[in-house]
């Protein structure tokens, strides 16, 4: 059963870092693509990042380009997301994701992606 947890959210000021982590189990994390949602209230989850099976591709939202960085590492079954330069609009529930496809590359759409986390919440004060 594949299981997907994520941590490190939290309330943070404007300007602000937060790392988020995504700890995987039951398959074999390096196998798969990987990617970051999140949703704020009232709106629909919307991508944020994602990165290829072996972590030699990411691909990021124009909103968040050059402020977050994703990564993984295979060896831990870990994905993470660090966040920089944070906005209040970055304010949302943050989703880590994986696919079925094996040897995934960028997958940018909820559709493509058949487990998700939990969520952890991010909050950026004025």
């Known amino acids: 059963q594949v299981q997907l947890v994520e941590s490190g959210g939290g309330l943070v000021q404007a300007g602000g870092s937060l790392r988020l982590s995504c700890a995987a189990s039951g398959r074999t994390f390096s196998s798969y693509a990987m990617g970051w949602f999140r949703q704020a209230p009232g709106k629909e989850r919307e991508f944020v990042a994602a990165?290829?099976?072996?972590?030699?591709?990411?691909y990021y939202t124009a909103s968040v380009k050059g402020r977050f960085t994703i990564s993984r590492d295979n060896a831990k079954n870990t994905l993470y997301l660090q966040m920089n330069s944070l906005k209040p609009e970055d304010t949302a529930v943050y989703y880590c994701?994986?696919?079925?496809?094996?040897?995934?590359?960028?997958?940018?759409?909820?559709?493509?992606?058949?487990?998700w986390g939990q969520g952890t919440q991010v909050t950026v004060s004025s």
């Open positions: 990165i290829s099976w072996t972590g030699g591709m990411t």
């Open positions: 994701a994986s696919s079925n496809i094996v040897r995934g590359m960028i997958l940018t759409t909820t559709d493509e992606y058949n487990y």
